[in-house]
């Protein structure tokens, strides 16, 4: 096989992988979408390209030798987002774990390097190809030069050889620059020839042949006004050419044999994704069967029951439901484990499902059973018609507390990390995908048998470390009594209105298509909506309106950029509209009819509460979480859901503005406080400070902005945050957040003392005393330092307002069982508690559910809770 040199363009893949990817979080919440993005578009590179010589170039600083030519050189680009340049150290250890040299020097761009190896490498007869989003690079194509640019995302792109370029644009690869001269590149702030296009630079190039032969032969160009465009601005089409040029002679202190590849260890690499979260990876390198064959798998004795003695399990037993995945609404259990002091046993589901002794034993509550995931098995056992009571400890709760860092939720993991290594991964196991199947029964049996032994085992280990740790409280008085309330909720699920849903789908389906229609109408074309290259092409050449941002593959026609031209012209509303409509239909409409559960018409979501590091529960398969209630067809979605039976009525309750009543409590801010104890609407009391204006003068504009600032300082928002969200300058959003702090300084004491904690014990907690470790808090990595500091200023506030609900979720549950109430506790969505209940309990309701939600905890401030009724979601609003 010959030599084959890949050049990678470090900084314009980490850019695209960046925005093409929702921001991620790991495990620590540091944000890894760019990693992510780089390192799967990398192991593609290497996988299919295998190169003999590897680097990856970075830029080394903001100016190069180019800015003195032009000082406004790249001037218009926006600083980069803290979410991103903190993934660039992560970015290069990865590339040290993968063997990969990288390499920057100071006043050059990462394309200079890339030109000067890549010519090297040519002249010594090797092949080439280089990696990146950005075209200035199809310059550097030739007989032995290939450039690769992303055309869409990180996964898809476009390799140009001499060919494809003549093909495309009619010139030779060096004619490049000529083009980039007269056209300019509004990305880096080169000017070009004002109103010269692409079309018509190569019109000129195709005519002429260089920027300087058509320079000379003005008088030959036809046009009166380009001519004199192109008179008036011969230097800086010069000069433009000039600052396009890849600069190939680059005095670089390695050559091309300095690149040799020879590959990676795969337990160096498959290290740094565990630490990244990048689990679904590690088995494309070969990681999980390397790490498998490395873990001593002890033989343990174990038994299979032909019949279920209760005698045998008079003392605590761990018991675990086992499943080939966790949709456990639908989900068939394949066998059930038990272990004691008497032995590891095996039950066969049919016979569990016949032994009547077994349903007895498993329904008393003097059975003490320990468990892995309380929620998981009281929920599959319940379809099966058996009730598991008894539950008395969870393994997965109590670990995800003691480590909110780890969200595992396989039993294997969750021993490895607590020292427990004799269970088997179940992919080792079942497989995976396709071949994914149920082992012979005397496998599964030991296979499942060691996951209950392993349960037994760490309940030791976790009560210990509880202890420890001070989360005994947490766990014993709000997380384990919640995770069976929310058991119940989801094996009750909340009905829903199939033909409703039908008829808003072909609503919907009809509207989109009308849409569609005036659209077309507007633009004098037919043309695919959805195409962003057809849009583009319709709203900026046919319609002429002017591009506000041009991405590598042409005009961007992101959601940004159209709300941005909204007011320009009248097809943007209706795209825009097209556009949610069309998501609102597919993933909401579509997406809801396919999880209907058809013996009871009800959706049965599951709740995660062993995920999010906050405390948050979030909700999947359907997550009933996200529908989207600012738009009126989205917020109609919840007329689907209604109450069970006849006569019955939902009932919503929410607290309002929950987080910033926690940090007027935690911050102790004297102006906060007053302003919720006065019952001020604290977003016009923010907007009064913030502006300097009375109460009077507040326009709805100023209250929205200060709206933005009150959440943004809870979530920990950046100027590049707030600016995105407020459509305006990251000076202004700056100068906002210094202004709020100064109206506040009790939040930005908060601030600076919360860090300062941190930093000193090496985790924030909430008010309930839930922890969250911030190992990069004192890292000398400014970055991974800074994010730190940002999570451990919101995460008390997100957390806190997180319990809060929870503990009124458990008091609800008491408070309607006390008070002999019908009425049952559907969901809870956010800061929102949703109910069913016979339309004679709402009088109670009105009564008692703002009681146990305002009194879940007492804080400086008031806590305050909005509630409604109606028919269906949508009506109690």
């Known amino acids: 096989m010959g030599k084959k040199v890949v050049l990678i363009d470090g900084n314009s893949i980490a850019y695209r992988a960046f925005f093409a990817l929702p921001l991620l979080n790991n495990d620590k919440g540091v944000y890894t979408n760019a990693v992510y993005g780089f390192t799967t578009m990398l192991l593609k590179i290497i996988e299919e390209e295998k190169p003999s010589h590897l680097l990856v170039a970075f830029d080394a600083g903001k100016t190069t030798f180019r800015h003195k030519t032009f000082t406004e050189y790249k001037g218009g680009r926006q600083k980069t987002p803290p979410e991103l340049s903190e993934q660039f150290p992560l970015i290069r250890e990865l590339l040290d774990a993968f063997n990969i040299k990288r390499f920057e020097l100071a006043d050059y761009e990462a394309d200079d390097i890339i030109g000067t190896i890549s010519k090297d490498a040519a002249n010594d007869g090797l092949e080439v190809k280089v990696f990146s989003g950005d075209k200035d690079l199809l310059q550097l194509v030739s007989d032995k030069i290939t450039v690769a640019i992303n055309r869409k995302g990180i996964s898809e792109v476009d390799t140009y050889d001499e060919e494809l370029i003549a093909e495309k644009y009619g010139i030779p690869p060096l004619a490049i620059i000529d083009m980039k001269g007269l056209m300019g590149d509004t990305s ?32 030959q160009v036809s046009g009166a006004k380009l001519k004199e465009k192109l008179a008036d601005n011969k230097e800086q089409a010069l000069m433009s050419k000039k600052l396009a040029t890849i600069y190939r002679d680059v005095p670089l202190p ?40 490395e873990v001593k798998v002890e033989d343990i004795s174990y ?40 032995g590891n046993f095996f039950l066969p589901v049919d016979i569990a499902k016949q032994s009547e002794e077994f349903k007895n034993w498993a329904e008393s509550e003097n059975n003490k059973k320990i468990v892995f995931d309380g929620k998981m098995a009281i929920v599959s056992l319940k379809w099966q018609g058996i009730t598991l009571n008894g539950v008395d ?38 497989g995976k995908g396709a071949k994914q199947k149920v082992p012979e029964t005397d496998h599964l049996a030991d296979h499942v048998a060691r996951k209950a032994f392993a349960i037994r085992l760490l309940k ?18 709000l997380e384990f009594p919640l995770s069976k309330i929310l058991a119940e909720m989801e094996y009750t699920g909340i009905k829903v209105d199939v033909s409703r849903l039908q008829e808003m789908g072909k609503d919907l389906s009809e509207r989109i298509k009308n849409l569609e229609n005036e659209i077309h109408e507007i633009a004098g074309t037919e043309f695919n909506i959805n195409s962003p290259k057809q849009l583009g092409e319709v709203l900026f050449e046919k319609l002429e309106l002017p591009p506000v941002k041009k991405t590598k593959t042409g005009y961007s026609t992101s959601a940004d950029v159209l709300e941005k031209l909204s007011n320009k012209h009248p097809i943007i509303e209706k795209i825009l509209l097209f556009r949610q409509l069309g998501k609102l239909n597919s993933t909401y409409i579509e997406g809801l009819l396919k999880v209907v559960n058809e013996n009871t018409g009800k959706v049965n979501t599951r709740f995660n509460q062993a995920l999010t590091q906050t405390g948050r529960l979030s909700s999947i398969d359907p997550n009933l979480q996200n529908i989207p209630i600012r738009l009126e067809e989205g917020r109609k979605i919840r007329q689907a859901f209604t109450a069970e039976k006849e006569g019955w009525l939902i009932f919503a309750a929410d607290y309002s503005q929950v987080e910033l009543r926690v940090l007027a409590h935690i911050a102790d801010d004297a102006k906060l406080v007053e302003a919720f104890r006065e019952g001020l609407d604290i977003h016009t009391k923010t907007a009064m400070d913030v502006f300097n204006v009375s109460e009077e003068e507040v326009t709805s504009e100023m209250r929205r902005s200060a709206k933005a600032v009150n959440f943004g300082i809870v979530y920990g928002i950046s100027d590049y945050g707030l600016s995105q969200s407020l459509n305006i300058t990251r000076k202004e959003a700056a100068s906002f957040i210094e202004k709020y702090f100064e109206s506040f300084p009790g939040v930005k004491q908060y601030m600076a003392d919360i860090v300062q904690q941190a930093k000193q014990e090496g985790y924030v907690t909430t008010l309930f005393n ?11 990595n400014f970055n991974l330092r800074s994010f730190a500091e940002r999570t451990a200023m919101n995460t008390p506030i997100q957390g806190s307002a ?76």
């Open 188 to 219: 880096d702030n080169i000017p070009g020839v004002p109103g010269v296009g692409e079309k018509t630079a190569l019109k000129l190039l195709k005519q002429f042949g260089s920027l300087e032969e058509t320079l000379q032969s003005i008088d």
């Open 460 to 477: 030791e280990k976790l009560e210990e470390k509880m202890k420890e740790s001070d989360l005994v409280k947490l766990y014993e008085e």
């Open 254 to 293: 390695l050559s091309v044999d300095d690149l040799a590849y020879s590959g990676f260890e795969v337990e160096k690499v498959a290290n740094i994704f565990n630490e990244l979260g990048f689990n679904s990876l590690i088995s494309r390198i070969g990681g999980e069967e390397v790490e498998q064959s």
């Open 303 to 342: 038994e299979i029951l032909s019949t279920f003695k209760a005698e045998t399990f008079t003392s605590e037993t761990a018991l675990h439901v086992e499943m080939i995945d966790d949709h456990y609404h639908q989900s068939p259990i394949l066998g059930i484990s038990l272990a004691n002091e008497t």
């Open 393 to 430: 400890f969870d393994v997965h709760l109590a670990s995800y507390l003691v480590n909110p860092n780890d969200s595992s939720d396989k039993v294997a993991e969750v021993a490895k990390i607590h020292g427990v290594t004799f269970v088997k991964d179940d992919e080792a196991v079942y």
């Open 770 to 780: 839930r922890r969250r470790y911030l190992p990069e808090i004192t890292s000398r």
């Open 802 to 877: 997180a319990d809060i609900i929870k503990v009124a979720m458990v008091k609800m549950a008491k408070r309607l069982k006390d008070e002999k109430l019908q009425t049952k506790m559907l969901l809870q969505v956010h800061d929102e508690l949703i109910f069913e209940a016979p339309e004679d309990e709402i009088e109670k309701l009105k009564e008692i559910v703002p009681d146990v939600m305002e009194n879940a905890m007492q804080l400086k401030v008031p806590l305050k809770v909005d509630y409604s009724f109606g028919p269906s979601w949508y009506d109690a609003k």
